[in-house]
């Protein structure tokens, strides 16, 4: 079975700090994906990959960045952390076969 | 703009009741479309999808879903909820194709409660 794993399962950050949530992936799979998931909203697409060190935005990047240097590790980088960024963060991965497999997410609050 | 609807945030259910939990989609090329349920405190876990072929989808747990083009509808239905089953459910449509790395836009989701 393909593993998605993120680091990090809480995370508490004070505002304006530098925030890394990473996420790895053990399948070799070319597109990776970061969502933040917030209650009455579901899930919104912040940033994608489809191959090291390329990425494009999704639908809500502000205040946010990204970083693939390898094709296992997609980094989100949160440069200044700020309060309205207190959320679920998942990661996945998709490839052909397996489609979609996400990890158990990374709850951050700012504080 | 692809999107996704399920209209009730909230249903509750009677242990060993049917379910049927409702989603509409807006796609413009063929949708590939997926029913994802998430407990309290985990990630998301993949109950069904549906890429072609029968639209009539099976899924784990006992989940099934049903596809209908002419409705944009691909509604979730159980004919015997457990407890187990309280949780919260996403519908999802995006690209299926080996070559997109789109990703999935999600419905807002639907919070099932079981009555004991």
């Known amino acids: 079975d393909v593993k998605v794993t993120q680091s990090s399962r809480y995370l508490v950050k004070r505002t304006g700090e530098k925030v890394f949530l990473e996420c790895v992936q053990d399948m070799d799979h070319e597109n990776m994906f970061w969502y933040r998931q917030d209650p009455g909203l579901g899930l919104r697409l912040i940033y994608f990959?489809?191959?090291?060190?390329?990425?494009e935005k999704g639908d809500i990047p502000e205040g946010y960045s990204v970083s693939r240097e390898k094709k296992e590790r997609f980094s989100l980088i949160l440069e200044s952390a700020s309060t309205n960024q207190t959320s679920m963060y998942l990661c996945?991965?998709?490839?052909?076969?397996?489609?979609?497999?996400f990890g158990s997410g990374t709850r951050l609050t700012v504080v | 703009a692809q999107s996704v609807t399920q209209p009730d945030i909230h249903i509750t259910v009677s242990e060993g009741a049917s379910l049927e939990l409702r989603c509409n989609y807006s796609?413009?090329?063929?949708?590939?479309l997926f029913w994802y349920v998430q407990s309290p405190g985990q990630g998301l876990q993949l109950l069904l999808k549906y890429f072609s072929g029968d639209t009539l989808v099976q899924g784990i747990k006992g989940f099934e879903a049903e596809f209908k083009r002419s409705q944009s509808s691909f509604n979730l239905r159980k004919p015997s909820v457990h407890w187990s089953d309280a949780a919260e459910y996403f519908c999802?449509?995006?690209?299926?194709?080996?070559?997109?790395?789109?990703?999935?836009?999600f419905g807002k989701g639907t919070h099932l409660i079981i009555q004991p």
């Open positions: 996945a991965t998709k490839s052909h076969l397996n489609g979609y497999t």
């Open positions: 796609y413009g090329a063929t949708p590939y």
């Open positions: 990959s489809y191959d090291v060190k390329m990425k």
């Open positions: 999802a449509v995006g690209s299926y194709s080996g070559g997109g790395a789109d990703g999935l836009t």
